[in-house]
């Protein structure tokens, strides 16, 4: 999704009130008790469009609602934003695509196999754990987290700078070539990944704690 007429058509279908209100009601009637309990929803997640690449398709949706307390399967929302104030809160997203949203969100409960290449995340919040996803690229400048687990992450080329991050641990993830500056990482942990020395110059990281091996985490 690379050229500026194609985003501008993906954006311009959702100008439709009745394609909106499908994509809001499709996530208001996914069920908190059957995602909590494991089953299958009585009324699965579906797009006005159907699926993109195997991935129900929402690309540059404005986000509305995301319910709470939901489970979400392969959903692209590449390019989505937050123009109708739409939060990604406390859902739980699997095998997701995020690449190039442009949005000052909650990221809350949990994302696992989700990706975020190039995604502008500047003064989100972030919450729960983050397991195999990939940030390539992305914009978390002036984001605040505190406690965050990230496993098998990737902030490869992403921008940290003014990250407040406390308390957060980190295994196994990579920040070739991350932009890192001012970021202030207090007690955080680092196993088996790491910042290089030069990465951390300016950062605050007050008794962060750094582990080489998995095993020893």
Request: glycine residues 6%; proline residues 5%; contains cysteine.
């Amino acid at each position: 999704m690379d050229s500026r007429k194609e985003l501008a058509a993906l954006r311009a279908r959702w100008e439709a009130h009745d394609a909106l209100q499908a994509a809001d009601r499709a996530f208001k009637r996914m069920d908190p008790v059957a995602a909590y309990q494991g089953r299958p929803p009585p009324f699965p997640l579906v797009s006005p469009f159907g699926e993109h690449e195997g991935r129900l398709d929402f690309r540059c949706l404005p986000l509305g609602e995301i319910p709470a307390y939901r489970s979400f399967e392969r959903v692209d929302l590449t390019g989505a934003t937050d123009a109708r104030r739409g939060q990604l809160g406390q859902a739980t997203w699997v095998d997701c695509l995020f690449d190039r949203v442009a949005m000052e969100t909650n990221c809350g409960k949990s994302f696992v196999r989700c990706r975020f290449h190039r995604a502008k995340l500047s003064h989100s919040s972030l919450a729960g754990e983050f397991i195999d996803c990939d940030f390539t690229g992305a914009d978390l400048s002036h984001t605040r987290a505190a406690e965050v687990r990230f496993t098998d992450c990737r902030f490869d080329t992403a921008n940290l700078v003014d990250a407040s991050w406390l308390r957060t641990h980190f295994v196994n993830c990579s920040f070739t070539d991350a932009k890192i500056g001012n970021a202030a990482w207090a007690h955080a942990r680092f196993v088996g990944g790491r910042p290089n020395d030069e990465q951390l110059a300016s950062a605050m990281a007050p008794h962060a704690v750094f582990v080489d091996r998995v095993d020893e985490g």
